[in-house]
Nanobody, 125 residues
Framework: VQLQACGGGLVQAGGSLRLSCTSS????????VGWFRQPPGKEREFVGA????????TYADSVKVRFIISRDKSKNTVYLQMNNLRPEDTAVHYC???????????????????WGQGTQVTVSR
């Protein structure tokens, strides 16, 4: 399953961006989908995820309240709405998906089978 992540760009602090994650090959509406990011010179970290059933979401403490994950099943797409962006949100953002992931494993990158190519988000001061 190939995932396509897009929507990154350059934004000023306090601004917003919406990232999209979709697949042209497979219906991901019943997949758990996670967002991860890798800041410059740092390890990849969990941002947030939506469970495969019921739409339950979970977020890293650093983005709670500011970021919202949602699905549009008619478009086979998962969105990451990022509000009140900060310079420390600058990173390459990745989406990942898995058909069988359980809720407690959503923050664990090794739990995902499929990954998108990453999209750069840069937040200026």
């Amino acid at each position: 399953v190939q995932l396509q992540a897009c929507g990154g760009g350059l934004v000023q602090a306090g601004g917003s961006l919406r990232l999209s994650c979709t697949s042209s090959e497979r219906n991901i509406n019943n997949y758990g989908v996670g967002w991860f990011r890798q800041p410059p010179g740092k390890e990849r970290e969990f941002v947030g995820a939506v469970h495969r059933s019921g739409g339950s979401t979970t977020y890293a403490d650093s983005v709670k309240v500011r970021f919202i994950i949602s699905r549009d099943k008619s478009k086979n797409t998962v969105y990451l709405q990022m509000n009140n962006l900060r310079p420390e949100d600058t990173a390459v953002h990745y989406c990942a998906a898995s058909p069988s992931i359980i809720y407690s494993s959503l923050p664990i990158s090794s739990s995902y089978h499929y990954w998108g190519q990453g999209t750069q988000v840069t937040v200026s001061r």
